[in-house]
């Protein structure tokens, strides 16, 4: 028979497949499937790149920027340090009086500080424009703009600007480890940095998440930031450990709003406290159940977004 004369491309199909042996089509239906899903990879992989080279260009442009303004740089980054070091400070102060607390020695305690700082130093020197959000974005109106773009809304709210004075965080958090590593004798080994580099990209991660979280519910509430505020100061919890605080804290640092992820966890691997290893290698997983979470709140909120017109 001549499949090429009959007007349904269906029935032509069906007698094609019939003639070669294979009446349901399904060779055809999986071949068929195969290349869709090898187009949606490729499809993925190549957006992927885009962001990527995206990326690259708008920390390019970034650093020019702050470049063409050095003392308007310098005088964030000395600031930032200063702010750094009064926390340090207290610490030292601390321990002329006592000579450790609640079983923490000052240089375990100098540790947990530090890896507290530089992740937190991560999150607000690419992250931090996030806390735009609710004032520049949705009450000025700005994110209308971001709407109009073909772009992922969040790549562009958090790329916008990119706090390059925050980085004096990182510096101290990095000058309190290396100091405590020094002070207790501790030889890390390639792999032991690799792995403690990866807790700190983590609990930078849960900074992110929770700060997403608080954010969205701005799409619905019209907050100015203060709860924002109060998350921030939460923070300081974090940079100690947890086990000096009475239970109800400790669960709700642990499991309500993990900060104890941030800091404390992630660095009993270094410290080799192995009785909090469950919770040192649970730190990524928070971080990505967290992480996925608040793109979803993220998402579900750019739906309600109503313009304000202004």
Known sequence: MDCDNL??????????????????????????QKLK???????????????????RAYLSNSIKSR???????????????????????FIVSLFVKVPSLKGWRKEEIFFIFGFSQVSLGLFF??????????????????FDRILLRPLNSFFQVVTERIYWEESSTILVGLSMMSYSLSRMQLNLGLGDYLVTFGLVLAACTIYLAIFTILVSLTFWFNDRGSVVSVMLMLEGFSRYPVTIF???????????????????????????????????????VVALVFLSLALLIWRQGTRAYESTGS
């Open 7 to 32: 007007p349904d491309r269906a029935d032509r199909l069906a007698l094609r497949h019939q003639a070669a042996g294979d009446p349901g089509g399904l060779k055809y239906k999986i071949k068929d």
């Open 37 to 55: 899903s090898r187009n949606k990879k490729t499809g993925h992989i190549k957006r992927f790149i885009f962001y990527i080279n995206l990326l």
């Open 67 to 89: 470049l063409a303004y050095r003392e308007d740089f310098l005088s964030g980054f000395i600031a930032g340090a200063m702010m750094q070091l009064i926390g340090v400070l």
């Open 125 to 142: 020197t690419f992250f931090s424009n996030l806390l735009e959000l609710s004032e520049k974005y949705i009450i000025e109106g700005h």
């Open 246 to 284: 009475n239970r109800a804290v400790r669960v709700i640092l642990t499991f309500i709003i993990p900060y104890a992820f941030t800091a404390f966890f992630p660095s009993m691997y270094v410290l080799g406290k192995d009785k909090y290893s469950i919770y040192v290698w649970m730190t990524p």
